[in-house]
């Protein structure tokens, strides 16, 4: 009965290499987000969409790049990992016309070595 | 631009105390606010929202009080345990764009 669940949960990767992390919800939200925590545990936005398209996208570098193929996905692929890139990313929705209460994945660890 | 301030970063208490986590934000153009709990290793779990039209929300032991006039709330937590234990995290959002987050308060309550 996951709400929102992301895979893996743990990618540890090597430098140079591209991965991917997939996010589902299953409660019918219209709008998904990526957040990047930090080793400081600060939460920060990376990305927005609202029924399949980009409408936020906050200084990411460009070997970032969401896809959503519906409305219940959003996937995160990133091209070139670098040690900076190791965080827990966590993937959110929320209902545009409902209360607006923001639901997380469990996240993904990434550590790039 | 929206900050998120709260304090104190870190709190310890013994088991059975009251306690007042505090959130400050700069920009009092907000729809909501919420309250979240983060254990170690772990996601966040929504615990409170507050729509900009509300003054506090209960949940059980948890209180949450909002003064979008003077960008501030509290979440207020009853006779703790130490189940409590985790960092509480504040964030306040504007419609449906994202949750701009406060670093989070660690709490270990102490049996």
């Known amino acids: 009965d996951t709400a929102v669940s992301q895979t893996p949960k743990y990618l540890v990767t090597q430098m140079g290499n591209d991965k991917s992390i997939k996010c589902e919800q299953n409660l019918g939200h219209d709008t998904m987000y990526w957040y990047k925590q930090d080793s400081k545990k600060f939460l920060k936005i990376m990305f927005s969409y609202n029924n399949k398209e980009l409408i936020i996208n906050e200084t990411v570098p460009n070997r970032f790049s969401p896809k959503s193929p519906d409305k219940a996905h959003l996937n995160l692929h990133i091209n070139s990992l670098e040690l900076g890139d190791s965080a827990v990313y966590f993937c959110?929705?929320?209902?545009?016309?409902?209360?607006?209460?923001?639901?997380f994945g469990p996240g993904t660890r990434l550590t790039v070595t | 631009k929206q900050e998120v301030t709260q304090i104190p970063a870190a709190l310890s208490v013994p088991e059975g105390e009251n306690l007042v986590l505090n959130c400050s934000f700069t920009d009092s153009a907000i729809y909501n606010l919420q309250w979240f709990r983060q254990d170690p290793g772990k996601g966040l779990t929504s615990l409170l929202l507050i729509q900009s039209s509300q003054r506090e929300q209960t949940s059980g032991r948890l209180n949450a009080s909002l003064d979008k006039s003077s960008g501030r709330s509290t979440l207020y937590i009853a006779a703790s345990q130490p189940g409590d234990s985790a960092t509480y995290l504040c964030?306040?959002?504007?419609?449906?764009?994202?949750?701009?987050f406060g670093k989070g308060t660690r709490l270990s309550v102490i049996a």
């Open positions: 964030a306040v959002g504007s419609g449906n764009t994202p949750l701009v």
């Open positions: 959110a929705s929320t209902l545009t016309s409902g209360s607006l209460v923001q639901y």
